[in-house]
């Protein structure tokens, strides 16, 4: 592939970038993609891009129901989704290298009696032919440790390649969250 970091072919890879869709409950698809690390998740409900598709934690399920720790599984099942839109669901020629996520904020909220997580995020990523070519350059390179490589350079056309948007992911966290005023 030829190098190409015009605004249109960023824009086209920032658009061909999409939600998940298909019938396949999340819990199945997590279990299946990624069997050592997803199976038997404590959830159920949707792929989480809405409130009205949250994935719901159900704290009987958990590992150790009186003290469901469902935090750091949120980032866990978040990362998971992230890497099914970015490869699993891609064709081979058209997926992502390089993913990285960073909380843009996290919001608790109390509606409906129902409480949710909602997490809002940056995504950031190359293409594979983006990630594949700089990679060669890198370490044809010595790791940057040639005379006369121009790292600046590389970082700049790094930073070009590079495509970042955002992801809201919403998690029904009712059965799970302690309150003071819960007997559980």
Known sequence: MEWDTSPER??????????????????????EDFPQDCANLPIAGGWGYTQREAIIFL????????EPNF??????????????ELIIF??????FSGIDLERKSQELI??????????????????DAHW???????????????????????????DAAQVR???????NITDVFERADDPR
């Not at 939600?19 to 997590?30: I, N, S």
């Not at 935090?71 to 099914?84: D, F, P, R, S």
């Not at 109390?110 to 293409?127: A, F, G, H, K």
């Not at 948007?165 to 998690?171: C, D, I």
């Open 110 to 127: 109390m509606e409906s009696n129902r409480i949710y997580d909602r997490l809002d995020l940056i995504v950031s990523c190359w293409s």
């Open 59 to 66: 704290r009987q399920q958990f590992p150790r129901p009186s």
């Open 10 to 31: 960023m824009a086209a890879l920032q658009q061909s970038i999409r939600p998940v869709l298909t019938d396949v409950p999340l819990r199945q698809a997590l279990s």
């Open 71 to 84: 935090v750091g599984l949120e980032y866990h099942i978040v990362q998971k989704i992230i890497y099914e």
């Open 90 to 95: 891609r064709a081979q020629d058209d997926r």
């Open 132 to 158: 594949e070519g700089l990679q060669a350059e890198w370490e044809e390179n010595d790791f940057g440790r040639r005379p006369g490589f121009d790292v600046e350079a590389h970082l700049t056309r790094r």
């Open 165 to 171: 948007y955002e992801r809201q992911f919403w998690f």
